[in-house]
């Protein structure tokens, strides 16, 4: 059973910066493409980043360009979620998950992905 565990969460003021880690259990972490979900109160959980196996590619939503980074490092198998110039809309539950096929490019949809972390908060005041 593959286990993901988010840290990094907080709360912060809007302009501020925080970097979301997520570990993985197992050693295949380097064959799987991993994302990064979140969800607000109210809202429907939706797609903010991915990376692919290898690192070599990243996909971001609209509305995180230029703000939010992803990364990975396989030797650690963790992935990360740098993100910068926090805005209040930021605030949510964000998620990493695991792609559910091997060796992909990255994929947006929820139902791509089939593990999934528990989660860590993220709290941004104006």
């Known amino acids: 059973q593959v286990q993901l565990v988010e840290s990094g969460g907080g709360l912060v003021q809007a302009g501020g910066s925080l970097r979301l880690s997520c570990a993985v259990s197992?050693?295949?972490?380097?064959?799987?493409?991993m994302g990064w979900f979140r969800q607000a109160p109210g809202k429907e959980r939706e797609f903010v980043a991915g990376?692919?196996?290898?690192?070599?590619?990243?996909v971001y939503a609209d509305s995180v360009k230029g703000r939010f980074t992803i990364s990975r490092d396989n030797a650690k198998n963790t992935v990360y979620l740098q993100i910068d110039n926090l805005k209040p809309e930021d605030t949510a539950v964000y998620y990493c998950?695991?792609?559910?096929?091997?060796?992909?490019?990255?994929?947006?949809?929820?139902?791509?992905?089939?593990?999934w972390g528990q989660g860590t908060q993220v709290t941004v005041s104006s």
């Open positions: 998950a695991r792609d559910r096929s091997l060796q992909r490019g990255v994929r947006v949809g929820a139902a791509e992905y089939d593990y």
């Open positions: 990376i692919s196996f290898s690192g070599g590619s990243m």
């Open positions: 197992g050693r295949t972490f380097g064959l799987y493409g």
